[in-house]
């Protein structure tokens, strides 16, 4: 049995100036080493969700527990070491003038000694392939690399959840999948459970499980096999599988990575012709 990371039960929030709950009785595990993708139309609940995880705000009623700590107001440090967030802006998350800089930013508020923070840059540079842009200023960046930035300065402060909302959602392919590749890669060397928060069924790809929000309820959780099944349903709520996105999803688990999202089966067919002219 894996190590539960995450245990969220019933869980309510609502905003003050709302008249409706954001989230409305939420009840999900995440386990070690796990990559649970969250997916829902606009307003479905999904930040609201996510900032709750890392106690940005706290739930009206019900409970949720990160490696045995109860999100409250004592606890929300320790909280907060434990889940690090990266969200869909680049830009709106470099805080320092350099690549180092920045890094270093979470680490001076976690009072991390001089010599351990140097290690430990040096260190998370190497796990998103950064190192060379260490003394970079953000704009000389993509947005992909800024988000490799962003998800190193987290695992500088060595969390074991990191929480993506829609962290790729504002990159071209390319950044996209650098991205993906990268958490993908952490999950297996630091042994990290993932949250990734998304509109992309792309990217569902990559999880475990998918669980899908719905009006601030959970109306699906299972496997992203069994999800693309459900065609049905996920017209019904907005979020229609295109036949390339199940086709990439069977070709991945047959251990055949393609280079670019498609949208459309032309784009997807010219792809497989050329890496079959290639072999
Ligand atoms: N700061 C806020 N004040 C009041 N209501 C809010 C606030 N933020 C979100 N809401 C409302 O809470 C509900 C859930 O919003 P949330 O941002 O969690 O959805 P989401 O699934 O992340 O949507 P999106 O896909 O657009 O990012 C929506 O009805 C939204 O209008
Ligand atoms: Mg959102």
Redesign the pocket.
């Known amino acids: 049995m894996k190590r539960e990371k995450v245990c969220v039960q019933n869980v309510t929030y609502q905003?003050?100036?709302?008249e409706?709950e954001?989230?409305k009785g939420v009840s999900f595990s995440l386990y070690e080493n796990e990559w649970l993708a969250i997916l829902?139309?606009?307003?479905?609940?999904?930040?609201?969700?996510?900032?709750l995880l890392n106690g940005m705000q706290l739930p009206k009623s019900g409970e949720i527990k990160v490696e045995g700590y109860q999100l409250a107001l004592e606890n929300i440090w320790e909280i907060r070491k434990r889940v690090g967030m990266v969200f869909?802006n680049p830009d709106n998350q470099f805080v320092g003038a350099t690549v180092l800089d920045d890094i270093a930013f979470g680490m001076e508020n976690l009072a991390i000694p001089r010599d351990e923070m140097i290690k430990r840059s040096e260190k998370v540079l190497q796990q998103v392939q950064m190192s060379k842009f260490k003394n970079s200023e953000p704009h000389l960046l993509s947005g992909g690399q800024k988000q490799r930035v962003a998800i190193a300065g987290i695992l500088a402060m060595q969390p074991s959840v990191l929480v993506l909302?829609?962290a790729t959602s504002m990159l071209d392919p390319k950044g996209t999948k650098e991205v993906l590749n990268t958490v993908s890669d952490l999950m297996k060397s630091e042994r990290l459970s993932v949250i990734s928060?998304t509109?992309d069924l792309e990217e569902l790809t990559f999880a475990d499980r998918v669980i899908v929000?719905n009006n601030?309820e959970i109306l699906y959780e299972g496997t992203p096999d069994n999800l693309f099944e459900k065609e049905q349903m996920l017209r019904e709520i907005g979020l229609d599988v295109p036949f390339s996105v199940k086709v990439t999803h069977e070709l991945r688990k047959n251990g055949i990575i393609l280079e670019e999202k498609h949208e459309a089966m032309e784009s997807l067919v010219e792809e497989l012709w050329k890496l079959y002219s290639k072999n």
């Open positions: 905003y003050p100036s709302s409706e954001a989230l829902g139309q606009n307003g479905s609940g999904k930040s609201t969700l996510g900032k869909q909302d829609e928060i509109h929000l601030g």
